[in-house]
């Protein structure tokens, strides 16, 4: 019954993998670091719709049938060691369509063929097979899809011995920090929490150690050249693969440092910026791994794994809709620069949108106001420059002003991967505090919530700053629950009695603020 694959998807990815370069410069405090862009192995994630089914919504614009399938077949690779799961990333495809269909895998190797293996499907479209111990040597992997118009699909995966593996030991305390802020950003906006991932952490472990030994000109940030030590891949999506990861869907996401942040403020600096922003708030984002050094060329690494959410959204913004306490002040140290010749100043606090389910955006218009009068804004409207087709972004030219509320507006010709067309619209509005202070939380547990406070922009750390939590217990009903004061990095724990999960809002003596879940 089922007939039709649109296979093009692997090359889409492989070619927007290539043209995601990018970088970003960035300081904090007196130590000069640099916060370097995301490299994604395909950018955005598109649903492909078909006719709305039995898992379909209205927000998703349909997933595929049962007659239609969307994989993104692995390059041919090498890896250093045996991976533990091999298998095929699937676009847009409902779960429960490729459970019907009779899916396998053979693997070809010295010693003869391993077949027979149990298909596993996994919650972000990603269908896996557990893979035995393989020895050093050549394999063929063979994708089977009886039925399909393509049937078959092979890649080849090389292992070898490498002096160069590095194994980390395990999930440590500065990654499950990372990601408790990382999370608590991404439970506000009702989006499912990333998980570490082992083969990702070592990937991006070696890449840090790699930026450690030869700098970060070597020849980027990113980018790792074959005669040089500590050599790993030239890409993170060949890094990502040569540690066991198992697609190309992932990216990478670092900041140079000759002294580390603390892990909050990590993923604070990262969300305050655009194209970083729009990578880690991802519907799509399932797995991430750390790596990091310290030294003249230090580095934090994250490499990032995507996969196909299930349930997403028709548009993510940041601030989000009835966000209060934003930022009036950004200072611009990303690149690719969101403000051409920007870089260094001090806008007004970024705004984004991605729309996860749109394949292109034309006819935008956007604009930012306050009450009635019209913001002036740079725009990062969709396919320029680093912005993918169904992104935007918006740098207020000047600082907001305080207290305020402002309403963003946009609209927009979306066109679906079905051919499927119609309008999209958007109107929301956000609140701003009276200064320039971001602000994060870190739910660390039942018990206690670390605080961060740092410049929007460059993340110099707000010591002595007086925060204070409240829960949340209705839209005008709120409850003091304790206040503190930040230390020198610019963070503070607060400690309580374990609760029900309850909202609660930290915020500043300015007004600045965060909503999280704890």
């Known amino acids: 019954m089922a007939n039709r694959w649109t296979e093009p998807r692997r090359f889409m990815a492989a070619m927007l993998a290539v ?19 995301p490299i994604t192995g395909y950018w955005p994630i598109h649903l492909v719709p078909s006719l709305f089914g039995p898992y379909s919504t209205p927000a998703n614009h349909g997933y595929e049938g049962a007659d ?16 533990r799961l091999l298998g095929v990333q699937f676009i847009g495809d ?3 369509n ?22 596993h499907y996994f919650s972000n479209g990603f269908v896996g097979w557990k893979v035995p111990h393989l020895n050093p040597g050549r394999y063929q992997v063979t994708f089977m899809a009886p039925g399909f118009q393509q049937p078959e699909s092979s890649w080849t995966l090389t292992i070898v011995k490498s002096s160069k593996a590095v194994k980390t030991a395990g999930e440590t305390q500065s990654d499950r920090v990372a990601l408790t802020a990382l999370n608590a950003y991404r439970s506000i906006l009702e989006e499912a929490p990333v998980h570490w991932n082992s083969s990702l952490a070592e990937a991006a472990q070696a890449h840090a150690q790699y930026l450690a030994v030869n700098g970060y000109h070597a020849p980027s940030f990113h980018m790792e050249e074959p005669n040089r030590t500590g050599f790993s891949g030239k890409t993170p999506w060949a890094r990502d693969l040569v540690f066991g990861w198992p697609s190309i869907l ?68 940041y601030p989000r809709p009835g966000q209060t306490g934003v930022p009036t002040g950004w200072v611009d140290l990303e690149s690719p620069d969101p403000v051409p010749g920007g870089f260094g100043n001090r806008y007004g606090y970024p705004i984004t949108v991605d729309f996860p389910t749109v ?18 804004v740079y725009r990062d409207m969709p396919g320029v420059n680093s912005m993918a087709q169904n992104q935007l972004g918006l740098v207020p030219r000047h600082l907001l002003m305080p207290n305020n509320v402002y309403t963003v507006v946009v609209s927009a010709d979306a066109s679906y991967n079905s051919g499927a067309k119609g309008p999209v619209n958007l109107h929301w509005q956000f ?13 660390l547990s039942g018990h206690n919530l670390l605080v961060s406070v740092v410049k929007a922009g460059d993340g110099e750390p707000e010591a002595n700053t007086l925060v204070r939590i409240y829960q949340v217990r209705s839209s005008n009903h709120i409850k003091l629950v304790g206040s503190g004061q930040t230390g020198l990095n610019g963070t503070w724990t607060f400690t309580r009695r374990p609760g029900n999960r309850a909202l609660y809002d930290v915020v500043t003596s300015s007004g600045n603020s965060e909503e999280f879940w704890w």
């Open 19 to 37: 043209s995601g370069l990018s970088f970003i410069g960035f300081v904090s405090g007196p130590q000069p670091s640099t916060l370097t862009a």
């Open 68 to 83: 239609q399938i969307s994989p993104v077949i692995p390059l041919s690779y090498v890896a250093w060691r045996s991976p």
């Open 94 to 96: 409902a779960p429960k």
């Open 98 to 119: 490729l459970e019907t269909d009779d899916f396998a895998m053979s693997i070809r190797g010295p010693r003869g063929t391993i077949a027979g293996l149990k298909t």
């Open 250 to 317: 992932d990216g990478e996401v670092g900041i140079e440092w000759t002294q580390p942040l603390p892990p909050v403020a990590v993923i604070q600096d990262l969300v305050d910026t655009v194209y970083h922003r729009l990578s880690l708030l991802s519907a799509n984002l399932f797995f991430s791994g750390e790596g990091a050094t310290n030294g003249a060329t230090g580095a934090v690494v994250m490499d990032l794994g995507y996969g196909y959410s299930s349930n997403l959204p028709m548009a993510i913004t």
């Open 359 to 376: 394949q292109n955006l034309n006819n935008v218009r956007v604009g930012l106001f306050l009450g009635t009068h019209r913001v002036s």
């Open 431 to 443: 609140a701003t505090g009276a200064g320039s202070e971001s602000v994060a939380a870190a739910p």
